[in-house]
Each structure stands twice: as structure tokens, then as C-alpha cells.
């Protein structure tokens, strides 16, 4: 045993020259920001017909980077839902209980018009306007942003029933939030969620065996069934597809209107199995809901569920894009204040030249993904107001745009908490939970493989959709030599394309576009650098490979003011 002698009170104990914990060389908090300061947003959201909802934008993207809306995000993610099956005296409630936050974040999304208020806005640009709003919002937290996005895209297919429409539309267009679970018709205001997938088959929806059987009254239905992957079993009425009972009609995979609570005031069969304990996304509840005796209004004709629902389909697409863009631009702005309060090797990071040239490249990559998504949301607002063309380029760009920016997200993300180093792999940082909701984007309404099957089956099926998207590409023609190369390979590689190489079909579709909109609307050092690392070949395999010459301080000043 070492023995360790005591000191003499007499002599003083020596002191350190600083305090053990002095804290230097720390970024200070980022809060308050605007994340509405984005000059790719705002000059999308003008060009796409929406420059009337800028102030709007401005002080919901001041709401959103303030210190309480980034503690709501914060607090929704730490403190998850609870499902509560039972009441205290046994009776079946299939509740679920969100922390207070999760009803702040939704009750401001939902005033400010994220979810069904654009289809009761006859303004040209309302569903532009509806998306910029999710992409300044969405730097709050992105699993709220589920039931806004449902109930968004219930509207159009409920419109299929005119009748059920007539009573629903005004509630699911409503900027009025009602958690409470009554009856649908005596509340302000409606979330709608949807019920598609079972565990057989996934995406492959038309082998669900849920069952709908027909009752003596014309249009209702009795459910019988297990689905697979519910999101918000909060929402007040569900899109759900069923395979109807041909005991009248045609039968087969339909859609179903499903009340939680029904019109009497009484509990309809919706029986919550379990929360689904998901990589990311946990401020949200997704679930497993069972049907026995479910009562059900039929949407659209039987056996036309699929051609129903996919308008919903197409409108969540949408979301899945902006959601990527909004997380895009959110870890980059996280990555670009740490890298200008930080200093290592005797400089600040934003003035060491990798840095730079990582910060330009995730630049670069935020601004086509916020671009591209706004056009996807210029060409739903035209579409819905009967433009034909529009129509066809929003059929096959959505499907592009899933595919490509949703899958750029989980490698950007991790790129950008990299900038942090150590600090962005710790839990407070807030970077670990954008980087487990980056995958879910490129899952949720269909993997990368099923939105390249669905670009092919547009490109076979509906030859107006080619027509469109090349239509849109010759609006840039002879303004970048390298553009117009990958255009021309693309019209060959159209013609000889299968299953095997639709990812790369798909994803030469996405980057020939974003090129084209960048070349006609973004500055100079964007579009340049931008054609010349992904479509001329003059690029790495990892963020921050940009060639020499690229204008990277052009680029940072335009995505990041103040870097330089």
C-alpha cells in the first residue's frame, strides 16, 4: 500500500493556473435563428407563385428557429407517446399520450396551415405556400409532421365520395387543432391518418387480407383485418384499404373511411396492438391497429382502392421530399455555426479550405433538394387547378424526387454531423436525431425500389409523363454543355432501360433536373459547381470532393451569410 503523507496546514495547497472547467472554444447555442434565411427558399417560393405568403413564411421561420419551438422538438423526442390499451377499470380506450410539446408543435403547424388548408385556398400557390411552410417548420422536429402530411393528402382522395367529402373537407381543412377523441362531425377541426400496409406483404398492398363486408345500409362496411404500420392512431378518421366481399358489387381492394369514434358518440372497433419501436421518428406513434366488426364508409367505387389512394399517395410523396430538403437544411445551418465559432490547428473551421469545401459541397446538395422540391409543389398547384402538362410532370418528377433526395439524406446528415465531430455524435448536440430520421424518408411511402418501378410504370403506361419531363429539361438547353450531355444520354438510355437499371435511369432523371433548375435559377458558382461534380464527373465519393476552381466562397456566402 502506497502511502500518501498529509499535507501541513501550514503550507497552502498549490493552485492550477484556470479552473478545471472553464469552457472554451465551444460554439455558443445557435437559437434564436430564422430558418426562413434561405435564399433558395424564398426566391422558390416567389417563382412557384407564392411570393404573397412571404411575411408569413418569415415569422413562422422566426418561430421555428426560436429557443421554445426548438425545445418543443427537443422535449417531443425525449418524453415518447405511451399507449394506453385499458382505463383504470378495465374498459378498452386504445389511447395514446403525447408529452405537451408534441400538442404545441401540432397545434401551430396545424394554424398555420401544414395540413388540409390549402385545398380551402383558392389562391394560386396555396399548396407552394403549404410547403415552404413544412420546410422552415420541419427545423423543429420532423415526426409531427406525419399527421399534417396524412391529412393533407386525405382531401383529394376523399373527394372521391362526394357525399362523405361534403362533410369531412371543411374539418380536415380546418386551422383549428381538437386532440380530443369525439365525434368528427361536433369537432373545429380533423387529423386524418391512413391504414395501407399489412405485415404480408408490405408495400405490396393489393395481397392485404383485411376483409370488408357489406351491412344492409348502402356504402357501410364491417372490418375485419391487421394492419401492419399506422402512423398518429391519433387522427380522428383513417383511409384504410380493405379487400371487399363480392356479395354485392365488383369486390376487391377498396377504400374505407374508418371514425374512430363513430357518429352515436360510441368507440369504433380500433383496437391499438403496440407501438412500433422505430429507429427514429419516436416523437410520432406508429402503431399496429386491429379491426373486428369496424365500421366503414366505402371511397370510390369497389375494388378501385389503389386508383383511390394514390392521390394521397402522390401528395405524401411530396412531404417525403420536403421533409429530406428541411432536414437537409437544417444540419446544415447546425453544421455551419459550429464551424464558424470553432477553431482547431490554430484557424477557425470555416477558414480551413476542407471544411470549406465540405460545407459548399452539403451546400450545393440543400439548395437543389429545396429547389426541386419546391417546383414538385409549384407543379401540385398547377396540377389541381387543371393544367394537363403540369399534371404529367408532377406524375413522374414526385416519383423522381422521392427516389433521389430522400436517398441523398441519411449520407448528408452524416456528413454534417461530422463537422461536429465528437460533439455531433453526443445526444445533446440534436444531431444524432436528425440522423435516425434521415432513413425513414427514403421508407415511408415506398422504398427506393418501389418509386423506380413506379417511374418506369409512369414512363410505360402514361408517355405524356416523358414528354413532360423532357419538356422541362429543354427549358435550360444550351446553358450548360455538361447538362445538355446528360439530357441527350438520358433520351438513349431511356428507350433501353428495365428493372435492373432503373436506379441509375432514375437517379440520372433527378440529377439532370435539379441541374436544369439550377442552371436557369441559381447563381452562377451554384450551378457551375453543381454540373461539374455531378454531371461532369469532376467529383469524389464523399461530400467535400469538389473540384478545384469551384467558386466555394460563393457558395458559402450564398447558403451560409457571414461564413466568410
Known amino acids: 500500500m502506497v502511502s500518501i503523507p498529509a499535507q501541513s496546514p501550514s503550507q497552502p495547497r498549490p493552485q492550477p493556473p484556470y479552473a478545471t472547467h472553464d469552457v472554451t472554444n465551444q460554439a455558443p447555442p445557435l437559437t434564436p435563428y430564422d430558418a426562413s434565411d434561405d435564399p433558395a427558399l424564398l426566391e422558390g417560393l416567389r417563382r412557384e407563385g407564392a411570393g404573397w405568403a412571404e411575411e408569413d413564411i418569415r415569422r413562422l421561420g422566426a418561430r421555428a428557429g426560436s429557443a421554445e419551438a426548438q425545445e418543443w422538438g427537443e422535449l417531443a423526442n425525449r418524453h415518447e407517446p405511451v399507449l394506453r390499451t385499458h382505463d383504470r377499470y378495465g374498459h378498452r380506450v386504445d389511447e395514446v399520450e403525447f408529452h405537451p410539446s408534441w400538442h404545441h408543435l401540432m397545434r401551430t403547424a396545424v394554424a398555420q396551415g401544414l395540413a388540409g388548408a390549402p385545398w380551402a385556398d383558392e389562391r394560386s400557390g396555396a399548396h407552394v405556400a403549404r410547403t415552404a411552410g413544412g420546410l422552415v417548420w420541419g427545423h423543429t422536429e420532423a415526426g409531427h409532421g406525419c399527421p399534417t402530411s396524412m391529412t393533407y393528402a386525405a382531401v383529394p382522395a376523399l373527394r372521391a365520395q362526394p357525399d362523405l367529402a361534403k362533410v369531412y373537407e371543411p374539418l380536415l381543412t380546418s386551422r383549428e387543432y381538437d386532440p380530443e377523441l369525439r365525434v368528427p362531425a361536433e369537432k373545429p377541426g380533423l387529423l386524418a391518418g391512413m391504414g395501407m400496409t399489412e405485415k404480408q406483404g408490405g408495400s405490396d398492398v393489393r395481397t392485404n387480407t383485411t376483409v370488408a363486408t357489406p351491412t344492409a345500409e348502402p356504402g357501410v362496411y364491417t372490418l375485419r383485418g391487421h394492419k401492419w404500420f399506422t402512423s398518429a392512431p391519433m387522427c380522428d378518421v383513417f383511409l384504410v384499404l380493405a379487400q371487399a366481399s363480392p356479395l354485392r358489387g365488383?369486390?376487391?381492394?377498396?377504400?374505407?373511411?374508418?371514425?374512430?369514434?363513430?357518429?352515436?358518440?360510441?368507440?369504433?372497433?380500433?383496437?391499438?396492438?403496440?407501438?412500433?419501436?422505430?429507429?427514429?421518428?419516436?416523437?410520432?406513434?406508429?402503431?399496429?391497429?386491429?379491426?373486428?366488426?369496424?365500421?366503414?364508409?366505402?371511397v370510390g367505387p369497389e375494388g378501385r382502392g389503389v386508383k383511390t389512394i394514390i392521390e394521397m399517395v402522390n401528395c405524401t410523396r411530396l412531404d417525403c421530399v420536403m421533409s429530406s430538403a428541411a432536414l437537409m437544411r437544417k444540419t446544415l445551418v447546425e453544421a455551419g455555426h459550429h464551424a464558424r465559432h470553432r477553431s482547431a490547428f490554430g484557424a477557425r473551421l470555416i477558414e480551413q479550405p476542407l471544411m470549406r469545401n465540405v460545407l459548399a459541397?452539403?451546400?450545393?446538395?440543400?439548395?437543389?433538394?429545396?429547389?426541386?422540391?419546391?417546383?414538385?409543389?409549384?407543379?401540385?398547384?398547377?396540377?389541381?387547378?387543371?393544367?394537363?402538362?403540369?399534371?404529367?410532370?408532377?406524375?413522374?418528377?414526385?416519383?423522381?424526387?422521392?427516389?433521389?433526395?430522400?436517398?441523398?439524406?441519411?449520407?448528408?446528415?452524416?456528413?454534417?454531423?461530422?463537422?461536429?465531430?465528437?460533439?455531433?455524435?453526443?445526444?445533446?448536440?440534436?444531431?444524432?436525431?436528425?440522423?435516425?430520421?434521415?432513413?425513414?424518408?427514403?421508407?415511408?411511402?415506398?422504398?427506393?425500389?418501389?418509386?423506380?418501378?413506379?417511374?418506369?410504370?409512369?414512363?410505360?403506361?402514361?408517355?405524356?409523363?416523358?414528354?413532360?419531363?423532357?419538356?422541362?429539361?429543354?427549358?435550360?438547353?444550351?446553358?450548360?454543355?455538361?447538362?445538355?450531355?446528360?439530357?441527350?444520354?438520358?433520351?438513349?438510355?431511356?428507350?433501353?432501360?428495365?428493372?435492373?437499371?432503373?436506379?441509375?435511369?432514375?437517379?440520372?432523371?433527378?440529377?439532370?433536373?435539379?441541374?436544369?433548375?439550377?442552371?436557369?435559377?441559381?447563381?452562377?458558382?451554384?450551378?457551375?459547381?453543381?454540373?461539374?461534380?455531378?454531371?461532369?464527373?469532376?467529383?469524389?465519393?464523399?461530400?467535400?470532393?469538389?473540384?478545384?476552381?469551384?467558386?466555394?466562397?460563393?457558395?458559402?456566402?450564398?447558403?451560409?451569410?457571414?461564413?466568410?
Open 250 to 298: 365488383r369486390g376487391g381492394l377498396s377504400c374505407f373511411l374508418v371514425p374512430r369514434v363513430l357518429p352515436d358518440g360510441s368507440r369504433n372497433t380500433f383496437r391499438v396492438q403496440r407501438l412500433k419501436d422505430k429507429l427514429g421518428n419516436r416523437s410520432n406513434a406508429s402503431s399496429e391497429p386491429e379491426f373486428d366488426g369496424t365500421v366503414a364508409w366505402l
Open 361 to 564: 459541397d452539403l451546400a450545393l446538395e440543400s439548395e437543389a433538394a429545396t429547389t426541386l422540391t419546391l417546383r414538385l409543389a409549384g407543379a401540385a398547384d398547377r396540377a389541381v387547378r387543371g393544367d394537363a402538362g403540369e399534371r404529367a410532370f408532377r406524375r413522374i418528377a414526385t416519383a423522381v424526387g422521392k427516389y433521389w433526395v430522400t436517398k441523398r439524406g441519411p449520407a448528408f446528415t452524416a456528413e454534417a454531423l461530422e463537422c461536429l465531430g465528437g460533439n455531433g455524435y453526443v445526444e445533446d448536440s440534436g444531431m444524432p436525431r436528425h440522423y435516425r430520421e434521415a432513413p425513414l424518408l427514403s421508407i415511408w411511402e415506398g422504398s427506393g425500389n418501389v418509386n423506380a418501378l413506379d417511374v418506369l410504370r409512369a414512363l410505360g403506361r402514361e408517355p405524356d409523363t416523358a414528354e413532360a419531363l423532357f419538356a422541362e429539361l429543354a427549358l435550360a438547353r444550351g446553358a450548360d454543355a455538361r447538362l445538355d450531355a446528360t439530357v441527350a444520354a438520358l433520351k438513349d438510355q431511356l428507350a433501353e432501360t428495365d428493372q435492373v437499371g432503373a436506379r441509375r435511369l432514375v437517379e440520372r432523371m433527378a440529377l439532370a433536373l435539379q441541374a436544369s433548375l439550377l442552371v436557369r435559377h441559381a447563381p452562377h458558382p451554384v450551378a457551375d459547381a453543381f454540373c461539374a461534380s455531378r454531371l461532369g464527373g469532376d467529383w469524389g465519393h464523399a461530400f467535400g470532393t469538389l473540384p478545384a476552381g469551384a467558386g466555394l466562397g460563393a457558395i458559402l456566402e450564398r447558403a451560409l451569410p457571414g461564413l466568410n
